[in-house]
């Protein structure tokens, strides 16, 4: 496997953390508001390209997001976050929307399922309506000014369902190109994504539209999340959706499971010499907090057994 795929910048890599939502929302231990800002602020500091901070669902069905609107509303006040750094947003319906315009999200984050199942799980929408809803979300953001990224969910399979047929995930990611948007993410909710699926399907929307920047979003509910990071870069994927310390899993799929880990990503990344200016020392500690913090060890690697050493070039 190559590093980057040919004709790909590797300077455009971009860290987008899903810690603070994906990350927190199957946990069952609420993180108070204070501990959010500390964490945040230390994933600012090292030097991470986006922060989901929250998602803006009912807090009855997820209550570690209760208090996603204070914690947008603390981070949009002037000095509180670097230049150029972005704080992303999950929304499922218009209230939600309009919950994250109202609190200063600088990114959307939006998509549909490719399971059925899931989807009225996760959003009580069938897949049709919830596509419908979604692009007109999705077009309101972008007349206000927002960034928006669109995912197909379940793309690789579904905890419910088993297989997702390639077809109807690249219809989907047909629907979104066809209405002009050309952020898209793949995400692999169930965990059940393979390298071969990887190239197919991010290889699929490359070729409808080459222009698409494209982000993915693996689990490693079955031990594959590195292995599909790597066929991603190869194919050509800039983008990569990671949770420190590996936290992680959707509450409304079959078996949860944690996400890629950032730190064990960050590390890989230098090890290739990519993205050096990220701080994996303080990714590092901000794990080995947040195992303090839940009181037990984390899927997370490199936190426990530390950096590598890098050895010095063969002259």
């Not at 990714?283 to 984390?298: G, I, K, Q, W």
Request: with cysteine; aromatic share 6%; hydrophobic share 45%.
């Amino acid at each position: 496997m190559t590093a980057i795929a040919p004709g790909h910048d590797a300077r455009k890599i971009v860290l987008h953390e899903v810690g603070l939502r994906d990350g927190l929302q199957a946990e069952k231990q609420v993180v108070p508001l204070e501990q959010k800002i500390r964490w945040t602020e230390i994933l600012l500091t090292a030097g991470v390209d986006i922060i989901q901070l929250g998602s803006f669902v009912h807090p009855v069905k997820v209550p570690q997001m209760a208090d996603t609107d204070a914690l947008f509303k603390y981070f949009s006040a002037p000095g509180r976050k670097p230049a150029g750094a972005v704080l992303s947003g999950l929304v499922l319906n218009e209230k939600g929307l309009e919950r994250g315009m109202a609190c200063g999200v600088d990114m959307f984050c939006m998509g549909v399922s490719a399971s059925e199942t899931h989807s009225k799980k996760n959003t009580g929408m069938s897949i049709a309506d919830a596509t419908t809803r979604i692009i007109a979300m999705a077009r309101q953001a972008t007349d206000a000014g927002k960034r928006v990224q669109l995912s197909v969910q379940s793309a690789f399979g579904c905890g419910f369902e088993g297989k997702v047929p390639a077809e109807r995930v690249l219809k989907i990611a047909g629907q979104f190109l066809d209405a002009g948007f050309r952020n898209l993410s793949l995400a692999d909710t169930a965990g059940h994504a393979t390298p071969l699926q990887v190239e197919e399907l991010f290889g699929g929307i490359l070729k409808l539209a080459p222009d698409t920047e494209c982000t993915c979003h693996f689990h490693n509910t079955y031990g594959l999340g590195m292995a599909t990071v790597c066929a991603a870069m190869d194919v050509g994927v800039m983008c990569f959706e990671s949770s420190v310390a590996g936290l992680g899993g959707c509450p409304f799929t079959k078996v949860a499971g944690g996400n890629v880990c950032t730190e064990d990503l960050v590390h890989y990344l230098h090890r290739l010499g990519l993205r050096p200016e990220v701080n994996q020392e303080k990714l590092v500690e901000l794990a080995r907090d947040m195992s303090r913090f839940f009181n037990r060890e984390m899927p997370g690697m490199v936190y426990k057994i530390g950096l590598a050493a890098v050895a010095p070039a063969c002259s």
